[in-house]
Nanobody
Framework: QVRPVESGGGLVQPGGSLSLSCAPS????????IAWFRQSPGKEREFVAA????????HCADSVKGRFTVSRDIAKNTVQLQMDRLTPEDTAVYHC????????????????????WGQGTQVTVSS
């Protein structure tokens, strides 16, 4: 198991930026697919972005494309989610999910394809 652990959430004003980090506690991310999902009260869980570690391929939801960037840090063995131009609609608990294998693109968006997920970190965008 990968057992991802998130960090970096907090309170930010509209238009601001935050960076989230996801690190594995059970093993390395090598060979894995790592994704960010978010959920806010009364809404369904939503796919945000995914990264396939070995090939460094990145995929973002249309709702955040151009504002959010997912990347990896090989030296630190972490996956980052850089969030820019945040809006109140981005307020949610953000979870890092992981699958120890490479998922095909058509399966990236579905949370049921990930085996491990973290506790989540709260992101609040408010003035």
């Amino acid at each position: 198991q990968v057992r991802p652990v998130e960090s970096g959430g907090g309170l930010v004003q509209p238009g601001g930026s935050l960076s989230l980090s996801c690190a594995p506690s059970g093993r390395t991310f090598s060979g894995s697919t790592i994704a960010w999902f978010r959920q806010s009260p009364g809404k369904e869980r939503e796919f945000v972005a995914a990264l396939r570690w070995n090939e460094n391929s990145k995929h973002c939801a249309d709702s955040v494309k151009g504002r959010f960037t997912v990347s990896r840090d090989i030296a630190k063995n972490t996956v980052q989610l850089q969030m820019d131009r945040l809006t109140p609609e981005d307020t949610a608990v953000y979870h890092c999910d992981a699958n120890p294998s490479r998922l095909i693109v058509s399966r990236l968006w579905n949370g049921e394809n990930y085996e491990d997920w973290g506790q989540g970190t709260q992101v609040t965008v408010s003035s």
